[in-house]
């Protein structure tokens, strides 16, 4: 069993501020997290993934996240946001100790004030 | 290449009535899901297919859903006897294999409305 709890479902930060959105995630086996942005009206675009490699993660548009398995975390992060990050995010989890299908939380929904 | 594409964009239909969402993976995808986004709210799993083997059908809310996939190609998902709390945006999404590390490239998604 899986599951992934993005703790807040809206976050509201000023231009130029730093960026923090919380997941938190379990699972049977090593998962794989991912992050992924929905911009209004347009597609799921993944943001970065975590593969059991390296635990901090570099995606795209300035973002990254650290896995912490100790705290079953997978938290995303920019040190400063653009106006244009203004989105909703969504952690996702999947397993990779045999097949499961992708577990997403109910999205983030980042507001950022000029 | 081309994207995860989807048809139609929008469709509005009347209570009762049958409709039938399109989704065209990337070429040389097996896997293929799809999933159920409801106003205001995160992506709910329907169905996920594999090559040839049997389909997941664990997400799909009842009988009334079904879906479909012809190889490693086209998918249809047909919602029969529209009810209104079936309308949301229906996401189709794509990937290379079925693994824990895939990422799945979406498509736009198709807006479906039941008055």
């Known amino acids: 069993a899986q599951s992934v709890t993005q703790l807040d479902s809206h976050v509201s930060v000023s231009e130029g501020t730093p960026v923090l959105l919380r997941c938190n995630y379990s699972s049977s086996y090593s998962p794989s997290l991912f992050w992924y942005v929905q911009h209004p009206n347009k597609g799921l675009q993944l943001l970065l993934k975590y593969t059991s490699a390296a635990t901090l993660v570099k995606g795209i548009n300035g973002f990254e996240a650290e896995f912490k398995k100790s705290e079953t975390s997978f938290h995303l992060t920019k040190p400063s946001a653009h106006m244009s990050d203004a989105a909703e995010y969504f952690c996702?989890?999947?397993?990779?100790?045999?097949?499961?299908?992708?577990?997403f939380g109910t999205g983030t929904k980042l507001q950022v004030i000029p | 290449g081309a994207g995860v594409s989807q048809s139609p964009s929008n469709k509005v239909t009347e209570k009762g009535k049958d409709v039938e969402l399109r989704c065209d993976p990337i070429s040389g995808h097996t896997a293929l899901y799809w999933y159920r986004q409801r106003l205001g709210q995160g992506l709910e799993f329907l169905i996920y297919f594999q090559g040839n083997s049997a389909p997941d059908k664990s997400g799909l809310p009842s009988d009334r859903f079904s879906a479909e996939r012809t190889g490693e190609s086209v998918s249809t998902l047909t919602i029969q006897r529209t009810q209104q709390e079936d309308s949301a945006v229906y996401l189709c999404?794509?990937?290379?294999?079925?693994?824990?590390?895939?990422?799945?490239?979406f498509g736009p998604g198709t807006r479906l409305t039941v008055l």
């Open positions: 996702v989890v999947s397993a990779s100790g045999g097949y499961q299908k992708v577990t």
């Open positions: 999404a794509s990937s290379l294999m079925v693994a824990g590390a895939d990422t799945q490239y």
